[in-house]
């Protein structure tokens, strides 16, 4: 039984960072996407991040242009971890946060939430101005 579990979540001022964790149990990330999602309030989920495993040295990160130059996705294969580092948070970045893991060999559609198999329960983080 695959389990997500995210953490780290928080509320934060503008310009603050935050570090979500999601411990993964169950599932094998090698060659396989994983990635952040998000959703705020009244608004869609939106892929935030991914990262998909080529191999045990070797992974290749995606971002939604939102994020990018701000957050960086990275894995720690030992502990079975994913993370997401967010800096210089903006009040739009508040948002529940979802781990998500697919069993897909890609990431090539990885902004499509079908994409995944898998979602935790969410972190929620809050920015403030």
């Known amino acids: 039984q695959v389990q997500l579990v995210e953490s780290g979540g928080g509320s934060v001022q503008a310009g603050g960072s935050l570090t979500l964790s999601c411990a993964a149990s169950?599932?094998?990330?090698?060659?396989?996407?994983m990635a952040w999602f998000r959703q705020a309030p009244g608004k869609a989920r939106e892929g935030a991040a991914a990262?998909?495993?080529?191999?045990?040295?070797?992974?290749?990160?995606y971002y939604a242009d939102s994020v990018k130059g701000r957050f960086a996705i990275s894995k720690e294969n030992a502990k079975n971890t994913l993370y997401l580092q967010m800096d210089s948070l903006k009040p739009e970045d508040t948002a529940m946060y979802y781990c998500?893991?697919?069993?897909?060999?890609?990431?090539?559609?990885?902004?499509?939430?079908?994409?995944?198999?898998?979602w935790g329960q969410g972190t929620r983080v809050t920015v403030s101005s």
């Open positions: 998500v893991a697919s069993l897909r060999s890609s990431c090539d559609n990885w902004s499509s939430p079908s994409w995944f198999d898998y």
């Open positions: 169950g599932y094998t990330a090698s060659s396989r996407c």
């Open positions: 990262i998909y495993a080529y191999n045990s040295n070797t992974n290749f990160a």
